[in-house]
């Protein structure tokens, strides 16, 4: 499967100002796969290493900080030569080893010739504590499940390629229109995830894919206790089976009440830090004003959090498929609509989206694009109804204003509306 990902990964290896790399994400997410194809297809070899299938490896960066000498240490190992500019230096699970991760300071200040790479489950738990990794010396890349851009084109390759063309203020044809939406609901139903797309591509067995969604929570579920550090294990797997009631409510600000009776901000919030740096869960804030800049106006108490994969939540949430696929209205559908729109969003503006309630109800999430504030309003059907989101630009007048839906692209006074297969692709085609 392509990863848009790898783009970036190319810049990273051709970039003169290029530092190590820490390659982060939630756990699954195809991160060995990704650096391994990446220097299949871009370097003349490889060393790859894995601190969790090879504890003896931690001795090699204990005992030394010269990144020449661990280099001839790790060229023994392997009985690969590492040649500067090309050989691509692969140390995975990286965070059972922390003068590993420390020893890339030394590389980027005394060995900047070599390209080195590191990636690990729960690593961004790590990297969320400043002191354990060397700030300012390396780059972070971030890899989550796949987007819908990706994952149409691992489904349906032709459909892909036309909606590449697809470009701002184009109509799109009704049966390509109907086709993309088919798309979209089967995303819905096995989301992002490697091995869910794959087990699709080759077996179409939706039990399958259900199966395999089970067993990933069960993965992330047992992780809570072996990678928790000083949180407590009990409260991290409370937090996160509480994100389908929380998003089910109709006010989806998240409450620690929900979680636990008479749960409060100083029992949970370490949890919540540590599944959203873990990239499990992604956390949206309210803010006071919608006005740029948004941090400035974050109410650091009041958010909502959103699973990081549709097609977990959706499993988590228990909606049968026929809801999804029949178009019927069920009791979860904006929530999970949603969590798919924030999942294509992440990352496309340089910063998260934020949400904002006015005095007639709240805005689905605020972009900040420049200077400019974008409203954006999802609907997860064709309804063109939203009260609050038209009161909100008649009164503010934004320079752009986004209606995710089911319905065509069209632009309707200040109102564009944008169809829902194609948030992933947002900044380019608004």
Same mark, same amino acid.
């Given at each position: 499967?392509?990863?848009?990902?790898?783009?970036?990964?190319?810049?990273?290896?051709?970039?003169?100002?290029?530092?190590?790399?820490?390659?982060?994400?939630? !756990?699954?997410?195809?991160?060995?796969?990704?650096?391994?194809?990446?220097? !299949?297809?871009?370097?003349?070899?490889?060393?790859?290493?894995?601190?969790?299938?090879?504890?003896?490896?931690?001795?090699?960066?204990?005992?030394?900080?010269?990144?020449?000498?661990?280099?001839?240490?790790?060229?023994?190992?392997?009985?690969?030569?590492?040649?500067?500019?090309?050989?691509?230096?692969?140390?995975?699970?990286?965070?059972?080893?922390?003068?590993?991760?420390?020893?890339?300071?030394?590389?980027?200040?005394?060995?900047?010739?070599?390209?080195?790479?590191?990636?690990?489950?729960?690593?961004?738990?790590?990297?969320?504590?400043?002191?354990?990794?060397?700030?300012?010396?390396?780059?972070?890349?971030?890899?989550?499940?796949?987007?819908?851009?990706?994952?149409?084109?691992?489904?349906?390759?032709?459909?892909?390629?036309?909606?590449?063309?697809?470009?701002?203020?184009?109509?799109?044809?009704?049966?390509?229109?109907?086709?993309?939406?088919?798309?979209?609901?089967?995303?819905?139903?096995?989301?992002?995830?490697?091995?869910?797309?794959?087990?699709?591509?080759?077996?179409?067995?939706?039990?399958?894919?259900?199966?395999?969604?089970?067993?990933?929570?069960?993965?992330?579920?047992?992780?809570?206790?072996?990678?928790?550090?000083?949180?407590?294990?009990?409260?991290?797997?409370?937090?996160?089976?509480?994100?389908?009631?929380?998003?089910?409510?109709?006010?989806?600000?998240?409450?620690?009440?929900?979680?636990?009776?008479?749960?409060?901000?100083?029992?949970?919030?370490?949890?919540?830090?540590?599944?959203?740096?873990?990239?499990?869960?992604?956390?949206?804030?309210?803010?006071?004003?919608?006005?740029?800049?948004?941090?400035?106006?974050?109410?650091?108490?009041?958010?909502?959090?959103?699973?990081?994969?549709?097609?977990?939540?959706?499993?988590?949430?228990?909606?049968?498929?026929?809801?999804?696929?029949?178009?019927?209205?069920?009791?979860?559908?904006?929530?999970?609509?949603?969590?798919?729109?924030?999942?294509?969003?992440?990352?496309?503006? /340089?910063?998260?989206?934020?949400?904002?309630?006015?005095?007639?109800?709240?805005?689905?999430?605020?972009?900040?694009?420049?200077?400019?504030?974008?409203?954006?309003?999802?609907?997860?059907?064709?309804?063109?109804?939203?009260?609050?989101?038209?009161?909100?630009?008649? /009164?503010?007048?934004?320079?752009?204003?986004?209606?995710?839906?089911?319905?065509?692209?069209?632009?309707?006074?200040?109102?564009?509306?944008?169809?829902?297969?194609?948030?992933?692709?947002?900044?380019?085609?608004?």
């Amino acid at each position: 499967m392509e990863r848009l990902i790898m783009r970036k990964m190319i810049e990273w290896k051709n970039s003169k100002s290029r530092k190590p790399m820490i390659l982060k994400g939630a !756990r699954q997410v195809g991160k060995t796969w990704i650096m391994k194809e990446f220097a !299949r297809r871009y370097f003349g070899n490889y060393v790859y290493f894995n601190f969790d299938e090879e504890e003896e490896l931690s001795s090699i960066f204990e005992k030394n900080k010269n990144p020449q000498r661990i280099i001839e240490l790790l060229s023994l190992i392997s009985g690969e030569r590492v040649v500067p500019g090309e050989s691509l230096i692969i140390l995975d699970e990286i965070q059972e080893c922390p003068q590993a991760l420390n020893s890339l300071k030394y590389f980027r200040e005394n060995a900047n010739e070599y390209h080195v790479i590191v990636a690990g489950s729960l690593l961004g738990t790590l990297l969320a504590q400043p002191k354990s990794y060397p700030v300012g010396q390396v780059n972070l890349l971030e890899l989550g499940p796949l987007n819908f851009e990706e994952f149409l084109l691992a489904t349906d390759e032709a459909l892909y390629h036309y909606y590449q063309t697809i470009e701002k203020g184009q109509h799109i044809e009704e049966i390509f229109h109907h086709r993309l939406l088919d798309s979209y609901h089967y995303y819905l139903i096995i989301g992002g995830m490697p091995e869910c797309v794959s087990s699709w591509i080759d077996s179409k067995d939706p039990q399958q894919i259900q199966k395999i969604q089970r067993e990933l929570l069960a993965i992330y579920e047992n992780d809570f206790s072996k990678h928790n550090g000083k949180v407590n294990s009990g409260r991290l797997l409370m937090v996160f089976r509480s994100i389908v009631s929380q998003l089910a409510k109709e006010n989806e600000k998240f409450i620690y009440g929900a979680v636990r009776t008479g749960g409060r901000a100083r029992d949970f919030e370490e949890a919540i830090e540590w599944l959203v740096s873990a990239g499990m869960l992604n956390r949206v804030y309210n803010v006071s004003k919608a006005e740029h800049p948004l941090p400035a106006f974050d109410k650091l108490d009041c958010f909502k959090l959103y699973l990081f994969d549709t097609g977990l939540l959706k499993c988590m949430a228990g909606i049968d498929n026929s809801a999804i696929l029949l178009k019927s209205d069920y009791q979860f559908k904006g929530a999970l609509t949603e969590n798919f729109v924030l999942q294509q969003l992440k990352g496309q503006y /340089e910063l998260a989206p934020r949400y904002y309630g006015t005095r007639y109800g709240e805005i689905d999430f605020l972009l900040q694009d420049g200077q400019n504030i974008i409203p954006v309003e999802v609907k997860g059907g064709a309804d063109k109804s939203a009260p609050t989101f038209k009161k909100y630009i008649a /009164e503010v007048k934004p320079v752009s204003a986004v209606r995710f839906s089911e319905m065509g692209y069209l632009k309707n006074g200040m109102i564009t509306n944008v169809p829902l297969y194609l948030a992933a692709d947002l900044k380019r085609v608004l």
